[in-house]
């Protein structure tokens, strides 16, 4: 158990729906980072927040959006979902915001846009 | 643009044996390398890293290797157990910035 909590486990929606994924960091751990996994493809980084503030962008769409709380839980926006943003969401955890920190991975949100 | 390749899907090695997953990468800045093994229905867990200014690091049954010039990293499994059979990513970043990972080779380690 790597002590991030990622809710839910299953999600299935239709397109052009709006969904929430929630992460809950490990205790003491400031930054949290988002990645999508695809059919065959790795991790793609889409957005990593510190304490609050958003402090990289990766291949994120338009569509897509995030926060991170005072309570430093996190929140990923999908919006107008299209059927390739099925995939599994995974959000991770580090003590501070340099990259050399090891990340812990939650379990991860399987999303299913039918 | 995959600026981190892992060629080989997947690999079965024997119990005993030595695994070595492969991974090749294309951006020539990048200074740190980590390995992440995954098993199904959970998320990556680390396993071991490298910086660019070390061409090996060892951690028990794992030693991963840097060859900077070939722009090539490769993780040596020795010697292989079952419960080594796991997804196996690697992903390399610019210190401070972003990881990169590759698509990952599923090791299967037969009894």
């Known amino acids: 158990d790597s002590g991030v909590t990622q809710t839910p486990k299953h999600l299935i929606t239709a397109t052009g729906q709006r969904v929430t994924l929630r992460c809950s960091p490990r205790?003491?751990?400031?930054?949290v980072y988002w990645y999508q996994q695809s059919l065959d493809q790795g991790l793609q980084f889409l957005i990593q927040?510190?304490?609050?503030?958003?402090?990289a962008k990766g291949n994120i769409l338009e569509r897509f959006s995030a926060q991170q709380f005072p309570d430093l839980h996190s929140e990923l926006n999908l919006s107008s979902l299209e059927l390739g943003d099925s995939a599994l969401y995974f959000c991770?955890?580090?003590?501070?915001?340099?990259?050399?920190?090891?990340?812990?991975f939650g379990p991860g949100t399987r999303l299913t846009v039918l | 643009d995959q600026q981190v390749k892992q060629n080989s899907p997947s690999l079965s090695v024997q119990e005993g044996r030595i695994s070595i997953l492969n991974c090749d990468y294309t951006n020539s800045m990048f200074d740190y390398f980590l390995w992440y093994k995954k098993y199904p229905a959970e998320g990556p867990t680390f396993l071991i890293s490298?910086?660019?200014?070390?061409d090996k690091n060892e951690d028990g049954r794992f030693t991963v290797f840097l060859n900077k010039s070939a722009k090539h990293l490769s993780l040596h499994i020795v010697p292989s157990q079952p419960g080594d059979s796991a997804v196996y990513f690697c992903?390399?970043?610019?210190?401070?910035?972003?990881?990169?990972f590759g698509t990952g080779t599923s090791l299967t380690v037969i009894p």
């Open positions: 490298i910086s660019s200014i070390k």
């Open positions: 992903a390399a970043s610019i210190t401070g910035n972003q990881f990169y």
């Open positions: 991770a955890s580090s003590v501070a915001s340099e990259t050399y920190n090891e990340q812990f």
């Open positions: 927040y510190y304490n609050g503030e958003e402090r």
């Open positions: 205790s003491g751990d400031l930054s």
